[in-house]
C-alpha cells in the first residue's frame, strides 16, 4: 500500500523559505507522478506543483511559479517542494499526492493516494 509522510511544515515570516519533504513507501514509483497540492481554511483543496518521477518533468500552478520548485531523489523516494519568496496567501495545508501513470494532472480526482498533510503559515 502507497504511504506519503510529509514533513517541513511550520511558521514563518513573509518573504522567508520553507522545504517541504514527501517520503513515498510501499510502492514502485518509477512510473508514477508525485503532486503537491494545498487547502486555505475555508477554501478548496488547489493543485500546487507535479513531477513525473521518471525523467523529471515538472508543472506548477501559476499562482506559485518562479517561487516554488518541486523536486525528487530517487534514491530516497522522496518529493519535495521548496519555497520561496513565501506570502501570507501561501498558508495551508500542503499535501503530498501520487498517481500512476504520464500525466502531470491538475485535479485532486486524478489521484488516489494523499498524505496527511503538514501545515505551513506565514506571517506577515
Known amino acids: 500500500q502507497v504511504q506519503l509522510l510529509e514533513s517541513g511544515g511550520r511558521l514563518v515570516q513573509a518573504g522567508g523559505s520553507l522545504r517541504l519533504s514527501c517520503a513515498a513507501s510501499g510502492g514502485t514509483f518509477t512510473s508514477a507522478v508525485m503532486g503537491w497540492f494545498r487547502q486555505a481554511p475555508g477554501k478548496e483543496r488547489e493543485f500546487v506543483a507535479a513531477i513525473r518521477w521518471i525523467g523529471g518533468s515538472t508543472y506548477h500552478a501559476d499562482s506559485v511559479k518562479g517561487r516554488f520548485t518541486i523536486s525528487r531523489d530517487s534514491a530516497k523516494n522522496t518529493v519535495y517542494l521548496q519555497m520561496n519568496s513565501l506570502k501570507p496567501e501561501d498558508t495551508a495545508i500542503y499535501y503530498c499526492?501520487?498517481?500512476?501513470?504520464?500525466?502531470?494532472?491538475?485535479?485532486?480526482?486524478?489521484?488516489?493516494?494523499w498524505g496527511q498533510g503538514t501545515q505551513v503559515t506565514v506571517s506577515s
Open positions: 499526492t501520487a498517481r500512476y501513470g504520464d500525466s502531470l494532472a491538475t485535479k485532486t480526482s486524478s489521484y488516489p493516494y
